[in-house]
């Protein structure tokens, strides 16, 4: 069985960093890409970036993060970090984080989930 635990969450004034890390844990065997998705209250669930795990880490952000945000990973301790500047009201939302994780050979790869963290940015 495979863990993701976030932390970093918390609350920040507009303008303001916060950076935020998910690490994956249990039974993993490869895992192929990690990632941010948030939901703020009354809206869906949104992708905010991935990373993949092979050379270089191909990134995808939200339009919304373009510029603000940077997704990185560190492969051997199978973690993956958002460091969220310049943040904005409409940034407010809870953070889960989210991998595409193979458990052992031959087994298919799942999408694994946090519980999630909050981030609220305050005027």
């Known amino acids: 069985q495979v863990q993701l635990v976030e932390s970093g969450g918390g609350l920040v004034q507009a303008g303001g960093s916060l950076t935020l890390s998910c690490t994956a844990s249990?039974?993993?065997?490869?895992?192929?890409?990690m990632g941010w998705y948030r939901q703020a209250p009354g809206k869906q669930r949104e992708l905010v970036a991935t990373?993949?795990?092979?050379?270089?880490?191909?990134?995808i952000y939200a339009d919304s993060v373009k510029g603000r945000f940077t997704i990185s990973r560190d492969n051997a301790k199978n973690t993956v970090y958002l460091q969220m500047n310049n943040l904005k009201t409409e940034d407010t939302a809870v953070y889960y984080c989210?991998?595409?994780?193979?458990?052992?050979?031959?087994?298919?790869?799942?999408?694994?989930w946090g519980r999630g963290t909050q981030v609220t940015v305050s005027s």
């Open positions: 989210n991998g595409e994780i193979k458990e052992g050979i031959g087994r298919p790869y799942r999408d694994s």
């Open positions: 990373i993949t795990s092979g050379r270089g880490g191909s990134t």
């Open positions: 249990g039974r993993i065997f490869n895992i192929n890409y």
